[in-house]
């Protein structure tokens, strides 16, 4: 609680607060991390998400395809966390919120879309990449379960991927420069749940910090950028952030 009440005193003057999330502000809703004990990486093989072998190979698709039916990601409903940061943003203390996550969590926690840049994209969308025909994932799942291991775009019978960004795939261009443009106009940055390791994205609260604005690191486990830190809370999400907000509001 002491960390808590010192990054309030650091963050109260803030009126600009840019929320920067990862895996670890969901596991409270039940989506696994990346890299944690339990994360997905300890699973799965990294390599079955890269966008080549998703291209080239039918087996690599339906193996997706079948980890989207069991993975329950779609139907996760947002913690305290999420309504944490939807509370500081009626409160008109923050400028935005980029995160990493694909869940789209923060919508559902009543964030506005438009304060919310998804870097790595949202699961909740397929897209064709033929014809770039875009369509809700739980319509194209309702196919897997019906029998279609692989299923292909209806209008063009070429290969349908969600709308997640894939290890060699590029980021968004649009995302990153608003990304990027929130931490040029924030006056602080929260990072949560995140171990700051993936890049681009890292570069984000990093771009705030060397500001000299305030930095306040909430991650169960250490950080990349835990030596820039004005502030480093080790703790959970659910429970450090609403009571770091409550402070802030």
């Keep these: 609680m002491q960390g808590i009440a ?51 190979y039918p087996d690599t698709r339906r193996r997706s395809w079948k980890l989207r039916m069991t993975s329950g990601a779609l139907d996760a409903v947002p913690n305290a966390a999420h309504r944490a940061l939807t509370a500081l943003w009626a409160a008109g203390k ?15 926690a009543g964030l506005p879309g438009d304060a919310v840049v998804e870097l790595h994209g949202n699961a909740h969308t397929t897209v064709c990449l033929g014809c770039g025909d875009r369509q809700p994932t739980a319509a194209v799942l309702r196919r897997v379960d019906a029998g279609e291991e692989d299923p292909s775009c209806l209008l063009c019978g070429a290969i349908l991927k969600t709308a997640v960004v894939y290890f060699g795939e590029m980021m968004p261009a649009g995302a990153v420069e608003e990304a990027f443009d929130l931490a040029e106009g924030a006056d602080a940055v929260i990072s949560i749940g995140s171990t700051l390791t993936v890049f681009p994205a890292a570069y984000v609260p990093l771009r705030v910090a060397e500001r000299g604005r305030p ?25 450090a952030l609403p009571a770091l907000v409550a402070a802030l509001t």
């Design 6 to 56: 010192a990054a309030a005193e650091l963050l109260r003057p803030c009126r600009r607060i840019l929320a920067f999330t990862g895996a670890g502000i969901s596991t409270e809703s039940g989506i696994p991390d990346f890299r944690g004990p339990q994360g997905v990486w300890t699973k799965v093989d990294p390599d079955e998400f890269t966008l080549d072998r998703y291209l080239r």
């Design 94 to 108: 923050m400028i935005g919120c980029v995160t990493q996550n694909i869940d789209g969590l923060h919508q559902k």
């Design 215 to 239: 930095f306040v690191v909430l991650n169960l486990s250490p950080t990349d950028f835990d030596h820039l830190a004005s502030i480093r809370l080790r703790a959970s999400a659910g429970a």
